[in-house]
């Protein structure tokens, strides 16, 4: 059950990333975003400690990029936009 959190997490800052308008700002945003939601999905369910700690860190930081991207197609559509460059 611990594993929905970095999707969950994910989903969270790729809504929010998708709300910035200038698309450097955005596209610039993006990594950041996703790494630090694999860290802290890994931080909270104290994988970081462990001896794979690697290993998980990248699990988590996969599992947070789809959530990402799923939380800003979400707010894309939610906010109207179809097209690439708004």
Known sequence: ????????????????VATLRPRRLRA???LPAVLAAGLL????????????AGVFLAADTLMAALG???????????????????
Do not use: C, K, Q, W
């Open 28 to 30: 610039a945003a993006l």
């Open 41 to 52: 999905t890994s931080a909270v369910n104290g994988e970081l400690g462990s001896a794979f």
């Open 1 to 16: 059950m611990h594993e929905v959190l970095g999707i969950a997490l994910g989903v969270a800052l790729g809504s929010g």
């Open 68 to 86: 990402v991207a799923l939380g800003a197609a979400l707010a894309r559509y939610a906010l109207g936009r179809t097209s690439p460059d708004s």
